[in-house]
């Protein structure tokens, strides 16, 4: 059998809506409660310069493939003019083994974890959310604001970054989708906003800088980046914090936040459902989890292959 190869261009002329990314990470969350897919924990490796380097493993007989991912973070390939992300994903026929596709990462990763955030929004933030705040201005920031655009009746943006390419970027995006936009300050980001993302780069050695103690009652928090940016001691104002997988977080050897914190897990939301709290801020702090590329690796899949 050939081996179909996908790269980020080709993924992204697929015409894959958000809504179907949304339902096919919920329908694989359901098929691994159900024991019908397998995942193993996020893998993980800090270079000394800062390099940080993950892969995830996860098969499904549903959808008749082993998904393994390999990605590298590297800010200083932006100096390159490259993408800060880059790496690729394996499908291997979930029977034999062999390989059926190569796909490009970076696509997937973007719409992945924009999902995930998704699956927790449609369950924790105001369903009449207005406003989003962005802390950090990537891909990330990009693809969360198309997202929840399509999810809530968004009419201002305001962003945080350190690039001026990126802040121009973000505020291009914001008028394409008809919505006003500012920047300022991280206080201010977070203040009156009832969505807020944060997507910095994932550096150790930056200094906290945010305090979920500025947010409002009954906002709503996506954080992509392990908590990095985020005060631990403002932590405890979060009502509800949601994990994407507990059994992954507790195998790490950096926790994104104390265990005492931890409400549940995505797969909770899914399975148990909630409801937006409007008493206090709810969050869902995530590293990216097997199932999740998983997901959007086999719809890819069966949607390159269904046009070929």
Known sequence: MDVLMLDDA??????????????AIEDTLLAL???????????????????????????SDGSGVIAVKSVMVNDRNKARGLPGINGAIMLLDAETGELRAVIGANWVTAVRTAGLSAVAAARLADPASQVIGLVGTGVQAESHLRAFAEMFPLRAVRAVGRGAAGIARIGAVAEELGLSFETGDPQACLQGADIVVTSVTLDYALEPFLDARWLK?????????????????????????????????????????????ITGELADLVVDGAAHDPAAPSAFIFRGIAVGDLAVAALAYRRAKAQV
């Open 10 to 23: 080709a993924l992204a002329g697929l015409g894959i809506t958000g809504a179907e990314i949304i339902a």
């Open 33 to 59: 409660r159900r024991g019908e897919v397998s995942a193993a924990p996020k893998a993980s490796v800090i270079a000394p310069d800062g390099r940080y380097m993950m892969a995830t493993l996860s098969a």
């Open 217 to 261: 009652p009954g906002a709503f928090a996506a954080i992509t980046d392990l908590g990095i940016p985020w005060v631990d001691a403002g932590q405890p104002a979060f009502g509800r914090m949601f994990v994407d997988d507990v059994a992954q977080e507790r195998a790490m050897d950096k926790p994104m936040v104390s265990p005492d914190l």
